[in-house]
Every structure is written in C-alpha cells, then in structure tokens.
C-alpha cells in the first residue's frame, strides 16, 4: 500500500512542477515506460532513482517519503 501513496506523490509532483512523464523520463535518463510503472505503483524506485526524483522535481526526499515511512 506504501508503494501506491509513493507512486501518487510522485505524480503528484511531476505534474504539479509541468513535466510529462517523457520530459520527466529524459531528465531522469531513464524509459517513459520505468517512470509509467513507478507512477501506476507496480515498480518501486529504488533509492538512487527516487534521489534523482527528488533532484529533478526540486523537492526533498523527505516530501515524496515522509508521510509514507511515518511521519
């Protein structure tokens, strides 16, 4: 269930800072289908991808993680 909140946050945040998910893709070097299945929650980031998240979209981790470890 984590996974899904994760996955909505960083939706959340790629669409509220205006990226596609192909602009988001490219910034992250990675395939539109990684970031498609990381946003539907059936592929969790590991901890460099989610970093590189956190750096594209100009949030801290703690944002995209924070209510979900326990905050």
Sequence with gaps: MAKDQLALRIRAFRKLKG???????EL????????????????????????????????DQSELIGTIIGQ
Aim: net charge negative; glycine share 8%; charged share 30%.
């Design 28 to 59: 992250l070097g990675v395939s539109i289908a990684i970031i498609g299945s990381i946003e539907r929650g059936s592929r969790k980031p590991d901890k460099h991808i989610l970093q590189k998240i956190s750096e594209v979209l100009d949030i």
């Design 19 to 25: 990226y596609t998910q192909d602009e988001m893709a």
